[in-house]
């Protein structure tokens, strides 16, 4: 948030803690601290020292309205400082130069169908040289895609759920005292396929990559 008192954040990759940091004055960035600490030697209870709403009380010291009432509600994340540092613009008739907006989750759903051409070959001592036919047959099913925030749609987690019949015939063979006997096998399955997809658009064409795991019963 770009504003009289601009706000910045970044993500330490070391110890993957995330810093808040407010521009007190021109020049100067205060990070906010959020710190946990031991009640006791043994270790088992835990508190926070939340020494950022007193240094936002005092940032934000010539807005009394949110200094006194909305300080001590601000919770340490991204949405709890873009909160406050929006009412303080309110409060103080600054427009933001530029303001960072949460993303959400976004979900695509639709239907999934398309043609799967197999073929079949068994061997055993009974059925040996039985040739059987090859199968086509309509898959159908849905897919579920849910697409990361801040990933400028390239990174989403992929889902899918597909049905899928098949039907081989043989031809006439021998069998026993049987001179024309003919076989017939059938098999259908539901797959449960989830991965993790990276999609990269390339003019018209949106080229992808996945991996992960699948699931048939």
């Given at each position: 948030?770009?504003?009289?008192?601009?706000?910045?954040?970044?993500?330490?990759?070391?110890?993957?803690?995330?810093?808040f940091l407010i521009e007190a004055s021109p020049g100067y960035l205060e990070d906010?601290?959020?710190?946990?600490?031991?009640?006791?030697?043994?270790k088992t209870t835990v508190a926070w020292f939340q020494g950022y709403k007193s240094?936002?009380?005092?940032?934000?010291?010539?807005?009394?309205?949110?200094?006194?009432?909305?300080?001590?509600?601000?919770?340490?994340?991204?949405?709890?400082?873009?909160?406050?540092?929006?009412?303080?613009?309110?409060?103080?008739?600054?427009?933001?130069?530029?303001?960072?907006?949460?993303?959400?989750?976004?979900?695509?759903?639709?239907?999934?169908?398309?043609?799967?051409?197999?073929?079949?070959?068994?061997?055993?001592?009974?059925?040996?040289?039985?040739?059987?036919?090859?199968?086509?047959?309509?898959?159908?099913?849905?897919?579920l895609n849910l697409i990361a925030p801040h990933t400028e749609r390239h990174w989403?987690?992929?889902?899918?759920?597909?049905?899928?019949?098949?039907?081989?015939?043989?031809?006439?063979?021998?069998?026993?005292?049987?001179?024309?006997?003919?076989?017939?096998?059938?098999?259908?399955?539901?797959?449960?396929?989830?991965?993790?997809?990276?999609?990269?658009?390339?003019?018209?064409?949106?080229?992808?990559?996945?991996?992960?795991?699948?699931?048939?019963?």
């Open positions: 948030s770009d504003g009289k008192k601009s706000l910045y954040t970044y993500k330490d990759t070391c110890v993957f803690k995330k810093h906010m601290i959020n710190k946990r600490y031991y009640l006791s030697d043994s240094q936002l009380k005092s940032i934000y010291a010539d807005c009394p309205e949110i200094a006194s009432k909305k300080v001590k509600d601000v919770i340490f994340n991204s949405p709890g400082f873009l909160a406050i540092a929006k009412a303080y613009n309110d409060c103080t008739d600054t427009q933001p130069g530029y303001e960072f907006r949460l993303e959400k989750t976004k979900v695509a759903l639709g239907p999934v169908a398309g043609v799967n051409s197999s073929s079949l070959q068994l061997k055993g001592s009974s059925i040996d040289g039985i040739a059987f036919g090859g199968s086509s047959s309509f898959d159908v099913g849905f897919y989403s987690f992929y889902n899918e759920l597909l049905y899928t019949g098949y039907r081989f015939g043989s031809g006439s063979f021998r069998y026993g005292n049987i001179d024309d006997a003919h076989a017939e096998i059938k098999a259908s399955y539901i797959k449960w396929s989830t991965a993790l997809r990276f999609e990269y658009p390339f003019h018209r064409a949106v080229p992808f990559l996945t991996a992960g795991f699948a699931n048939a019963f």
